[in-house]
Structures are given as structure tokens and as C-alpha cells.
């Protein structure tokens, strides 16, 4: 599978503009949340403020079998919406279940789209209620690099209705999409696909299991940590942000580990979850991805779940990127873990920071070596290549701080083995 | 001057409920926001969007006298938008310029309203945009407690232009309006009341003289204080953005202080005063402001800046209220001021966090006794009876934690002689 990432098109900054004050920025992010356990029960309630006929788009499996789909429907037919079936979206969606729902809801008549589930239905009903009316073939507003690619401008109002945490597509404008003709999974950025409302019920995560609870507190912690470490300067107060989730997180993840039904600490995991991507830590920060863009080849080549894959490469990136820039390890080593630095670019400090961070992970079940995923090292500059190939700089480098040759990339992997 | 805040309809909490785990929460910020040096030379382009025919709303003071009201409309010209002027707008705003205002904007036809100043033009443009198309007198959409109040529920666009740090009107859907008439000094919250785009130029900032910066700064600082010791239990990641408020302003703020053309330092403090009342920070809290309370009415009675008032009262409210929860103090005391606990209700820990907090004030120069406002304790009582009558819960008292009653109050206007 090939991933195309537009990030140059999402104006993540050059290594020459990193040192530069920046503080430049422009934010919006429209949608109405609404949080707290029980409030899955308002479903129909707000959903009837937007539409009478709702497309309900899930994964079909778990929200099925714990009963959190029945509950949605009942609590949609209360509020005399009539509800259109799509289910059976994929882990990673594709593009044909988009067109398959979007025809649907466009048959069907509907006025409204639902996303209910992980990541995934949450990515197809944003872009399946875009894909309703939009003109021609709905991979051209998936965002691969291609000369004719259009945005969507509009799209049904969307509803999100999350039963993880991790993601943080609830609140958001952004969804991924697979081409499986193609083999390429890329993404779309865009206004239209802000959420209306996003409905986050902390007791719907419940009955997450320990490892996708794990992965998803790794997924989260690491939203913020790629802006953190690969941002632009002079962005202090997104920083403290920044390490707030990471510290709730960290407080409050063990809790959801330990005890599954503990609803306190699955709201504050879920909580940090939906901030981690809403923007509001990394407005102003520019910043680039490359420990997603290393995950995003692992997972296209082995069958890995995404938190678990990023459980093991950040770490090895991190030891690689804090060579290049200790102060920001040695600050992050302060805070979060509340080492003291002898000075600020302390290289020491720094590195013991990344050990706890890593005995963190390993600490809630998360993998943090590749052999852990049964990877070895037999295709490591396959998988250089392939991201490379995928984005790169002016220089033929992944985008980051520091930009990353083939070389590194295989490097940190090795590292990791 | 009476002052009525209708906090009881905004859903703060009553003190059985403070100890409940909470995280149920809405939360909507609609508004775009256009963050940067340099930006108001976009107003044009950016109020074109929304209207041909702005009316400009300002104090008429100081924006005339540097030159940001010339470049403003000289922008807006630019791109096509014809300026009608309202010019003299009070510090405290006042209904009947409201009033003048929205008639202005309705016999001309001005399809979009600018604010541009300090928290009185952007609260008085805010409702001068409400007003335009409201049934009957425009004071009844104010939030006094009066039976016939109607919120108001369209405006026409508003536009925010924010020339001080402090405030945080220019990102939220609130404004302060007092009745000259009956001398109540009240507030409105509505939907329609967040602005389409926030302009936040920290370039406009330059020229504030160290005093009001250093106000403005005491006033982000309280904005957070409230909900951070007046708040819902449970809250811990709002904790940590309130506290990350908090460093960043004592951080940068001393710089912007010292140094008033350290652009970068204004940036950072503006950027720390949106954030601190546009919601994110309180989100989920439903906190009680009693340090707003208390100050609103000295203001009321002495002619003292807000922000000078708000540093005597809090610190002396802080020592007060740290008596019945400690915890939360030293826990202030632990993340702010980076000292060690004893035990996590260390009362001296949280008292010596309390003093630095006041030597903070006192060394960007805001007063911290009421001496230094020339306030003695003539009025004591009076100011404590005039603050319960505005707003008291069942018992008598004014909410926060703990609910004071009028002696309460005397005791902390009493400490800060």
C-alpha cells in the first residue's frame, strides 16, 4: 500500500523557518461538543436539529454487539429520525464504501450523516456526507498529490458519535481514505467536514480491551508530541498545552488500564483524546508528522495496529531527533517526567526523559520494540524508501526536525529492532 | 453603580456539587480566529467577506491618535468596504452608545459591524450588532435578572480588532453593558454574539504603557485564576491549560513589561489573553468568579482600572479561600511556582505559593493593597452588601469556593488594606 501525505500542501514549515518567531496563524474549528457520560441517549435529540432522515454509518461489529448501535437507533427514532443502515465500513476505509454510503444517503434521500464507531466510520460519513453532492468521482477531494484534486466545499451536516479514544476525528475537519484500486491511503482536509456536533460519551469506550485502550493512549500522546518536537519555535504556551494532555494522559490512562470500568478515568483519557487533535495544541505550530508518516509504511507493509506501531517508533525517533535538538528532550525530560536539567540542552537529561517516556509505554502493554510486532529487519530500506517516496522535502528528505534522509529513517529502525 | 451578574444562569455550580466528578460539558467557539503581526493590514480582505458597508466601532482615542484607525479604514477602503464611523464609545460602555450605534448601522445600511479597542469597543460592537434587527429595547437582551429578558438571537457579522491584551472579547460570545439610567452594569452571552473573525495584530499592542499592560496582564491571569480555584472537581486537563496560561503570561509578560517593542513578548501575552476567556481553559469547570465580583463592585464605587483592582483582591481572596482547600492551593503552589509539598494539603506550601504569586503582581507593577488604589476600610460593609445583593445563592452568599458570606467578604477586603 502506498500512503501519500500532502503535508507541503498543509503548510508545514521548512527547516530554514523552524528558528524564525512565528506566531503567525489562522484557527476555526466549528463544531458543537457535547460531552459526558449518558450522552449517547441525546443522540436523537440532536440529530432531529439538523435533519429527519440520518445515514448511520459503522464499522457493524463491536457497536452492534454491545449494544451501543441499538440504543443510537431507539434514541433516533424517538426524535422521529428515521435511520439508513451503512455499516460494514472497513478499519481503514475505502473509497468505495464512501461512494457505496454516499449513494445510499443520495437515494435514500437523507439530510443527515452519523458516524458512529472508531476513527474509521467517523473518516467515511464525513466523507461520504461531503461525497452526496459532490460532482464526478469523490477520490479527486481525497488530498494524494493529484493535479485534479478538488476539495469538497460542501457536504450533509455530520454528527460524530466516538467509541474510542484515540483519534480525535470527532472534532476535527480532516478524514483518511484508502484508494484500494490504488493502493494508496491519503487524506482530505477541509471546512465542510467539521463535524456539527460531536456526541463523546465516555461510557461507550467501556468496553474497550486493555491493548486497544493502550494504543489508543499512545495514539493520542503522540497527536501532540509530533507537534511538540517537530513544530515551529517561539510557540510557549501550545508547548504547556502540549504537555498537559501528555501528563493527563499518563495520569489518567493506567486508571482506564487497569480498571476498564472506571467511567472517570475513560473520560479523561477521552477527554485528552479529543483535544490531542482538535487543534487546539498545535495551532500556530506548522508542524510536520514523521513519526505517523514511519508508522503509516510499517502498518501498509505489516498487519500492526496503528498505537502500537507508533508506540515503537517514537521513542527510536525521538533518541534520533533529540541528538539534533536536546534542549526541546531536555525540556520535555523537565516537565513531563520532572527531571532536573544541569543545563538547558542537558543531552543526558534528555535521553533519560525518552527512557521513561518508552518504560511509560511499556508500562501499559505497548510495544516499543519492532520484534514485539514480529517485524524484522529484512525490508528496512524498503520501508525508507517507500516514505520517501511518499513525502519528501526539496532535498529528498522526510519533513521533521530534523528532516530525515533514507538513512535515518532506517537508522532509527534499526535502532528499534 | 449596581452591578448584576446572573451567574446562576450560567450554570455554575452549587457547592454540593463541587466534590461530584463532573466532565459534562457543551462547548461551541464558532469564531475564526486570524492570529499575527501585521494582520490588521487585512481587515479589508477579510470584513469584504461579510459586508460592503462596516460600521467602525471604537473608543476614538487612542487608535486615532497612533494611526491603527487610519490603517484600518485605509485597509477596508482598499477592498471596497465604506467606513461609517462610531466613534466614542466609553470605557465602561454604556446602553445609550449602543443604542446610537445600532441606529447609525441601521439608517445607513452597514452590513457588518467592526470592534476595534479594548474590551469596551469589541462589547459595545457586539451588541451594536445585535441591536440593529432587535424588537424593542435593545437593554432587554442584556443578562440583569430583569423577568423581560430576551437574548438576542442573529446579529449582523461582527468583526473583532483587539488593540490590549487582556480582555478576551474579541474570541468569545460575551459583552459587558451598563444602564447609565439605573447605574447597572450587566452582561449578555449569546450565540450570535462570537465574532465571524477575531484580528489579533499584536502590533496594535506595541504602544500600551507599562501600566495598563501590566493590568491586562493581572486580568488574563484572574480570568484563569476563577475557574482554576472556583471550578468543578475532576477537571484535570483544564487544570493544566489554566496553569499553562499562567506561566506563559508570568513568562513573557515581565518581557512585554520591560521592554513594551519586544513584539514576540506582545505576542506571547496576547495569545495567553485569548486563550484565557475564550473558553478553553474553563471549558467543563462551570466555575464561580468571585474575584470578579468583589472587584466589579470597588470599581463601581473608586475609579480604578480593572485589572489594578482585580491584584488586590486576589491574593487576598486566595488566602482566604485557600483555608477551606488547600490541596488545590498548594497544587498551585507545586505546578506554578515549582515549590516542593510536605504533603498534599501543605497549607504553607500553599500560603508561600500565594506570596510569590503576590511578589509576581507586585513587580510588573500592580498594586496589591487597597492603600496603593487609595481605598480605606470606610466602605467595607457596604461594598460586601452591595456584592451579595447583585448575586448570592440560597444562603445569602456569593458563590465560589467556598461561598462567601458578607463577612467573608470584609475579612478579605480587610486583609488587603
Known amino acids: 500500500m502506498i500512503l501519500v501525505m500532502p503535508m507541503n500542501r498543509l503548510g508545514y514549515l521548512k527547516p530554514e523557518n523552524f528558528q524564525e518567531h512565528n506566531m503567525k496563524f489562522e484557527f476555526e474549528n466549528p463544531t458543537h461538543l457535547v460531552f459526558g457520560a449518558g450522552t449517547l441517549s441525546r443522540t436523537g435529540e440532536i440529530v432531529s436539529r439538523y435533519g429527519k432522515k440520518a445515514l448511520l454509518v459503522t464499522g457493524g461489529g463491536s457497536v452492534k454487539r454491545n449494544g451501543t448501535y441499538e440504543r443510537a437507533v431507539s434514541s433516533l427514532n424517538a426524535s422521529g429520525v428515521t435511520v439508513v443502515e451503512c455499516s460494514g465500513v472497513e478499519p481503514n476505509p475505502r473509497i468505495s464504501s464512501v461512494i457505496r454510503g454516499a449513494k445510499i444517503a443520495r437515494n435514500e434521500g437523507c439530510d443527515v450523516v452519523i458516524g458512529l464507531g472508531g476513527g474509521s466510520a467517523m473518516d467515511a460519513a464525513k466523507v461520504m456526507a461531503a461525497a452526496v453532492n459532490y460532482e464526478g468521482d469523490p477520490w479527486e477531494m481525497i488530498a494524494h498529490g493529484q493535479d485534479n484534486r478538488r476539495l469538497p466545499t460542501s457536504a450533509l451536516p455530520i454528527i460524530t458519535i466516538p467509541t ?36 463523546v460519551d465516555p461510557e461507550l469506550t467501556l468496553s474497550v480491551p486493555q491493548d486497544q485502550t493502550a494504543f489508543g493512549i499512545c495514539d493520542l500522546i503522540t497527536h501532540v508530541t509530533e507537534s511538540y518536537f517537530n513544530g515551529a519555535d517561539g510557540t510557549p504556551l501550545q508547548d504547556r498545552f502540549a504537555e498537559g494532555v501528555i501528563l493527563t494522559a499518563m495520569e489518567w490512562g493506567p486508571k482506564a488500564i487497569a480498571d476498564g470500568e472506571n467511567l472517570e478515568a475513560r473520560a479523561q483519557v477521552q477527554w485528552a483524546s479529543v483535544v490531542a487533535l482538535n487543534g487546539w495544541v498545535q495551532i500556530g505550530t506548522a508542524a510536520a508528522y514523521p513519526v505517523h508518516m514511519i508508522e503509516h509504511v510499517l502498518s501498509a507493509h505489516h498487519d500492526i495496529a496503528h498505537g502500537a506501531g507508533l508506540s515503537v517508533v517514537n521513542p527510536a525517533w525521538m533518541r534520533f531527533a533529540s541528538q539534533a535538538r536536546p534542549a526541546r528532550f531536555a525540556q520535555f525530560a523537565q516537565r513531563i517526567f520532572g527531571l532536573s536539567l544541569q543545563h538547558p540542552e542537558d543531552k543526558e537529561a534528555a535521553m533519560e526523559g ?33 516514505i520517501v517516496k511518499i513525502i519528501h522535502d526539496e532535498e529528498g528528505r522526510l519533513p521533521g526536525r530534523p528532516p530525515m534522509h533514507e538513512a535515518d529513517i532506517v537508522k532509527v529502525l534499526r535502532s528499534a529492532l
Open 354 to 386: 525518552i527512557d521513561k517516556f518508552e518504560a511509560f509505554l511499556d508500562s501499559i502493554g505497548c510495544p516499543t520494540r519492532l520484534s514485539q510486532l514480529e517485524i524484522g529487519d529484512a525490508l528496512l530500506n524498503r520501508y525508507a524508501q517507500d
Open 164 to 199: 474510542l479514544a484515540a483519534t480525535g476525528s470527532e472534532m476535527n475537519g480532516g478524514a483518511v481514505i484508502t484508494n484500494e484500486k490504488t493502493t494508496v491511503k491519503s487524506f482530505v482536509i477541509a471546512k465542510c467536514l467539521y463535524p456539527r456536533v460531536a456526541i
